[in-house]
């Protein structure tokens, strides 16, 4: 479309059906959410992570509403029989989704994709603590402006970058831009990992403030959660 879509003014949320013709951002089944009212299910399993321990990045980009990591093949996850390769992972500040109406100083999205096509997301929380991982290496990027992008040879442990319990809420919902694709299966981690102030001030320093969507409806959909 002529005009790209942002998080604020004649191109922000409320505008983003218009903007993009074909996308599902008025769609009954958006994304992020407030997780709150929640069911237990039993049944559900751990999630299958076969995140190897030298995956590299290929590239940081800015791309004007995140700073993404972008992958070389490797990592990947098994969601209901099917596997879903790790692509990339960008952040929010602050978080997208909040927990019982509180939102965390940061989100970080693990994007992953299948054959098909279809996405599934984990998105883990940070809160105010000690500086953690994903955001160390930060700090050489800088300064990386809108559109730019740096090739690097990074290697990166995901399973470092994740707290040790992966109990989860799961719902299935939408991309959180556009396109606001629809079928996305997400898992957000209950428990957050740490980020430092002086880490998110770095991210604030690369990427928009406030890239986030605010809450979606329900619209009655079933959200479940592991352990207690
Ligand atoms: S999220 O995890 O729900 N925030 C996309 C992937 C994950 C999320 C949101 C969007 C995605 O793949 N979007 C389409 C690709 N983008 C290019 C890009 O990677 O950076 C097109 C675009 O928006 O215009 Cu930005
Ligand atoms: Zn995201």
């Known amino acids: 479309s002529s005009k790209h879509w942002s998080y604020a003014g004649e191109t922000g949320p409320e505008h983003w059906a218009e903007i993009e013709a074909e996308s599902d951002c008025n769609g009954k089944f958006q994304s992020p959410i407030n997780i709150v009212k929640y069911e237990?299910?039993?049944?559900?399993?751990?999630?299958?992570?076969?995140?190897?321990?030298?995956?590299?990045?290929?590239?940081?980009?800015?791309?004007?509403?995140?700073?993404?990591?972008?992958?070389?093949?490797?990592?990947?996850?098994?969601?209901?029989?099917?596997?879903?390769?790790?692509?990339?992972?960008?952040f929010h500040e602050p978080s997208e989704h909040t927990i019982d109406g509180v939102r965390y100083p940061l989100e970080m999205h693990l994007v992953h994709i299948n054959d098909s096509g279809q996405y599934t997301v984990i998105a883990v929380m940070?809160?105010?603590?000690?500086?953690?991982?994903?955001?160390?290496?930060?700090?050489?990027?800088?300064?990386l402006k809108a559109g730019e992008k740096k090739e690097v040879d990074l290697p990166f442990n995901m399973n470092d970058n994740l707290p040790s319990n992966k109990d989860y809420f799961f719902y299935t919902g939408s991309l959180t831009t556009p396109p606001c694709?629809?079928?996305?299966?997400?898992?957000?981690?209950?428990?957050?990992?740490?980020?430092?102030?002086?880490?998110?001030?770095?991210?604030?320093?690369?990427?928009?403030?406030?890239?986030?969507?605010n809450e979606q409806p329900h619209n009655g959909r079933q959200l479940y959660v592991t352990g207690n």
């Open 181 to 213: 694709t629809e079928g996305v299966n997400w898992y957000i981690l209950k428990e957050p990992i740490t980020v430092s102030l002086e880490q998110v001030d770095l991210l604030k320093k690369l990427m928009p403030i406030n890239n986030y969507r």
């Open 40 to 90: 237990e299910n039993n049944s559900l399993k751990p999630i299958a992570l076969h995140y190897a321990e030298n995956t590299k990045i290929h590239d940081v980009t800015n791309n004007g509403h995140s700073i993404q990591y972008n992958f070389e093949s490797g990592d990947n996850i098994m969601v209901n029989g099917l596997r879903y390769d790790l692509k990339q992972v960008h």
């Open 126 to 143: 940070a809160k105010e603590g000690v500086s953690s991982i994903p955001f160390d290496f930060l700090e050489s990027f800088l300064p």
